[in-house]
């Protein structure tokens, strides 16, 4: 057992889990946080894409023994106060999601890609950038424009990504 | 229907599901956990044909946490019933397919749990329920179980073969369904007769679904009320209900499905899996709730398959190219026990595709093999006849010296000829096939193709463009149930189909809103929960906006005649002085619209049917097909160094019939389409030839469609309208399928045949496959000089 300490989406929250508890499983299972999915158990599908201190991670090859502290935001926290993100935004603008079930973690993904590349990016970068999440509903299409259309968008319009405590 | 009264209809609007999907409020079955509750994990078999001698549990049984291990001993003695499939497509416009020589086909039980034998790699035998789904796992190594190896047959044309190892001893061999259609004899005269015949034999390999969610159940029994409740998401609850209440021998009231969010479908969830049946037995056993999670490597092995089909197909053709006849022979494997016949069926009602073929003559052939069961998937038959005709068409052309298009605009059925009946008796709604082509080639610059040819050819690469005419059938269950209610401030549809990411949500709204004058954002579709949802036919085969919206039309109808009754109560008049326009009841200088009128649904003096609220039920069948259609073309590159291909343009032309929201339309079309390509490039469930085994356990060993091996396309919507229902809706989620395989494999050939000429290379045409043909042409060319 390991005495947990983690900020999730802003609050703090402290649990007794087993050392072998993954990453998402902690936030499903223990947290109830079921908006972060598993579809392959070994990291090559991307459904689990999480922030951890502002980083995406794939939390189904995280153990929680291993971030001890660390802040973590989930899809759930993303949108603080019922306001869309721009990225959530513009999936639903660009119908760039279907069944929803890879979405939680392609906006992660797409949130972290878009934070750490300033500037407009072009479709190509997205496509090489994004390949490690896997959505079998979409061909991609509508996800490419999603993200590029909030690429392109002024920066300053983008809701903080870890939502603050309340 | 008045196309001036659409507001909503037509209309691209965001969907209703996104913000609970987007902001990870949606409800995906292993999202619920119920206090209590267990885990339970399969035994599988390692082998792919085995008798099971004998299993030892005490291990397991010992373990911390692990209350239970059942076998098939265990399923047989409390009477659990194979489940039942229904296999045999059987509307009145499915040709009938039957074992040989007419008889009934024989589909091989399929048991929860089998006692006897296995006859699949990854078949469950056993199941192990523990405390947590660790106890459940560590439980199911320790199951101690004794086979006797016995032979198997995994190869599609070697388990037809006479003598092939046997997967059922209830036949004289694995054929389950040998059945001839057409003309015979006119076709084998239109053969002798004709100036060319061009013949292809192919084999569609065996592929799987990959919904991004991997299936789970939670099953619940309730010793206090009887009550089975069972969380699992699939293609419609209601089936499931059914299905799941005859396996346990209980009356279907007393269990209850629900399907909420469903992470993709595709066809592999349309049929009862075991577990669903095992975890509310077990919980019956057990007086606690039972939960199962697949992992994907379970999925790979266990989901239901498509395709696997071996076809080989003629063309007669006379002297000015016209198509006289058609004769194939269709071979569907479906794995170790027949859930579903609806490929084999759906393609051979479309031998002919989008052509005018005068007479044609079928052979369809089902067997058993040692592997995972086959089922409908994505576009069911319709891409491995599209491929088997529109390859054939590419190979007549150049064998006989007629441009490619040329070949295909003199035989396409002509906008005149509808309805037109095939010959093999499919009758095609509508369409105007010539339309769709020249579009197509209009979006794919037919025009310029020696420019890219000569500029990919100056990077050192091979361009190639492929083509292919496509038409499909949408059938499906016929009959649909909806409920329209009127509430204080909204509208709520209940109605059975069950999306897994196709927007009935919002669709469905749109439809509705139109038909009773008011705006899309107070319409609410009612899924998924057979407490509420009383009846209907899932979701399949492009079967629902089709039906939703003729159900939901008719509902209204009915919703209209009993508000002008309910209008006539309130304002003592007769029915009959009632009038209603466009969301609006009006009498002697009054008017009400739909809630206004609702409010009055309460009265105590109303007559006892107007009594309860303002609502309907209304059921419909439906049997006619519809047959969506179109063309698409597409670019790839091929680096002849290394087989590297890539696709650079990809174009769609898609007649849907009536479109109701071309957002969802589009994403339908995006995805079908990296569905196929997939199919052509990279996915296969490859069993290794010597041990039986499937080698595809993970996504690192199955070819994905992934963001950076896919282009952008560029799709447009044809909206012939169907004369079969009122909307006038044919289909759009797997049209981007149908033609895919075949048309990205007639790119690659015309990539490499000015270079190379024809050369052999099969489904998934990866770059090995590319490169080690071209280095067979080179090594048998004769020594430069």
Redesign the interface.
């Known amino acids: 057992m390991t005495t947990l300490a983690l900020t999730v989406n802003g609050l703090s929250v402290e649990r007794d889990v087993p050392d072998n508890t993954l990453l998402v499983t902690y936030l ?2 223990s947290l109830g ?10 990291t ?2 991307g ?1 689990c894409t999480v922030r951890l201190n502002g980083q995406a991670v794939k939390s189904c090859t995280v153990l929680v023994a291993q971030v001890q502290g660390a802040a973590v935001t ?3 926290g ?2 603080p106060g019922g306001r ?1 993100h721009p990225v ?1 935004q513009a ?3 660009q ?1 760039a ?8 973690g392609m ?1 992660m993904a797409a949130v972290d890609l878009i934070e750490h590349h300033p500037g407009p990016l072009a ?1 190509e970068f ?3 950038e ?2 490690g ?12 424009k999603a993200i590029v259309m909030v690429s392109a968008a002024p920066r300053q319009a983008a809701a903080p990504t870890v939502a603050l405590a309340g | 229907m008045d196309d001036r009264l659409f507001k909503a209809i037509g209309q ?1 609007l ?2 209703k ?10 409800r ?1 079955t ?2 619920f ?1 119920l206090p209590g509750q267990l885990w339970a994990v399969m035994v599988r078999s390692p082998h792919p044909h085995a008798r099971i001698v004998a299993i030892d549990a005490s291990e397991a049984l010992a373990l911390p946490g692990v209350r239970a291990v059942y076998t098939g001993a265990d399923c047989a003695r409390d009477g659990l019933k194979p489940i039942n499939h229904s296999p045999v497509p059987s509307t009145q416009f499915d040709l009938k397919l039957t074992g040989r020589g007419g008889t009934p086909v024989f589909v091989g039980p399929h048991r929860l749990l089998p006692a006897d034998r296995v006859r699949h790699v990854g078949e469950a035998l056993a199941m192990v329920v523990a405390e947590t789904r660790e106890q459940a796992a560590a439980g199911a190594d320790a199951v101690m179980v004794d086979y006797e190896a016995l032979p198997w047959v995994a190869d599609t044309a070697a388990a037809a073969e006479p003598g092939a190892p046997r997967v059922w001893d209830d036949l004289p061999d694995n054929v389950l369904v040998d059945a001839t259609f057409g003309d015979i004899a006119a076709t084998d005269a239109a053969f002798a007769a004709a100036a060319h015949v061009v013949t292809m034999k192919t084999h569609i390999a065996r592929v799987t ?6 299936r789970a159940a939670l099953g619940h029994y309730d010793a206090a009320t009887g009550r089975y409740t069972l969380y699992a998401g699939s293609g419609g609850a209601v089936r499931q209900k059914r299905e799941v209440a005859d396996v346990l021998g209980v009356d279907a009231k007393t269990i209850r499905v629900l399907s909420y ?6 066809g592999t969830r349309n049929r009862l899996y075991v577990e669903f049946g095992l975890v509310l037995w077990a919980s019956r056993q057990l007086g606690l709730p039972v939960k199962f ?1 697949a ?3 379970e999925s790979f092995l266990t989901d239901y398959q498509g395709r696997d089909l071996v076809t080989e197909v003629s063309l007669a053709i006379d002297q000015d190219g016209k198509f006289l006849a058609l004769r194939a022979d269709n071979l569907s494997n479906v794995g170790a026990c027949c859930v579903s016949l609806s490929p084999l069926s759906k393609g051979s009602g479309l031998i002919t595709g989008s052509y005018d073929i005068p007479v044609a003559t079928l052979r369809a052939r089902a067997v058993f093999s040692n592997t995972m069961c086959t089922q409908a998937y994505r576009s069911s038959g319709r891409p491995e006849v599209t491929f088997a005709i529109e390859r054939l068409v590419d190979k007549a052309a150049r064998e006989i010296g007629i441009d490619r298009i040329e070949l295909r605009r003199r035989n396409l059925v002509r906008a005149d000829q509808f309805p037109y009946l095939n010959a093999v008796g499919s009758s095609y709604d509508s369409g105007e096939y010539e339309i769709n082509m020249d579009r197509a080639l209009q979006l794919g610059d037919w025009p310029g193709i020696a420019q890219r040819r000569a500029e990919a050819l100056a990077r050192g690469k091979l361009l190639g463009v492929g083509f292919a005419n496509y038409v499909e059938s949408s059938i499906g269950t016929p009959k649909e149930r909806a409920d329209v209610i009127v509430h204080a401030r909204t509208i709520e549809v209940v109605i059975g189909t069950q999306p ?4 009935h949500e919002t669709s469905f709204a749109q439809v509705t809103a139109d038909l009773m004058g008011l705006p899309f954002d107070c319409v609410f579709i009612t899924i998924g929960d057979t407490d509420i949802v009383s009846a209907g036919g899932g979701t399949h085969s492009g079967r629902s906006l089709r039906h939703a919206s003729t159900v939901i039309a008719l509902g209204v109808q009915d919703l209209i005649e009993k508000g002008r009754r309910l209008a006539a109560h309130v304002w003592r008049v007769a029915a009959a002085e009632v009038g209603y326009e466009a969301g609006r009841f009006s009498g002697p200088g009054a008017t009400l619209g739909w809630f206004e009128l609702a409010a009055h649904a309460g009265d105590p003096t109303l007559p006892e049917d107007l009594r309860g609220g303002l609502k309907v039920r209304r059921d419909n069948e439906m049997h006619t097909p519809v047959f969506p259609n179109g063309a698409c073309i597409c670019d790839v590159e091929i680096d002849p160094e290394t087989g590297g291909i890539e696709i650079t343009r990809y174009a769609t032309v898609d007649d849907v019939g009536r479109c109701i929201n071309p ?2 339309v ?3 079309t ?6 196929g390509v997939g199919q052509a490039l990279w996915e296969q469930c490859f069993v290794d030839p010597h041990s039986g085994q499937p080698l595809m356990g ?3 060993d199955y070819g ?5 091996n ?1 282009p ?2 560029t799709n447009e919507i044809a909206e012939v309208l169907s004369p079969t229902n009122p909307f006038g809706v044919k289909a759009g989620g797997e049209g ?1 399928t149908t033609g895919a395989l075949a048309v990205v494999m007639s790119a690659i050939e015309d990539a490499l045949v000015n270079e190379y000429g024809p050369l052999d290379i099969s489904m998934p045409a990866t770059p090995a496959k590319i490169w080690t043909a071209i280095q067979q042409v080179k090594a048998a060319a004769p020594a430069a000089a």
Request: aromatic share 6%.
């Open positions: 499903r299972e946080l079921t908006g972060t999915h598993v579809g392959c158990d070994t090559q599908c459904a989930t899809i759930e993303l949108a869309l959530q999936f639903k603008e119908h999601l279907q069944c929803g079930f890879c979405t939680p906006v479709p997205v496509r090489s994004l390949e999440n896997l959505c079998r509903c979409t061909g991609y299409h509508n996800i490419v | 691209p965001e969907r599901e996104d913000e609970r999907l987007l902001t990870g409020q949606g995906f292993d999202d956990s679904g990959v919904p991004l969610e991997p969010d469903v992470g993709g479908n595709f999670r992992e994907r490597s897994s990411g196709q927007g957002l969802i589009h994403g339908q995006h995805g079908g389409i990296a569905q993970s996504l690192m994905m469609p992934r963001f950076d896919l952008a396309f981007g």
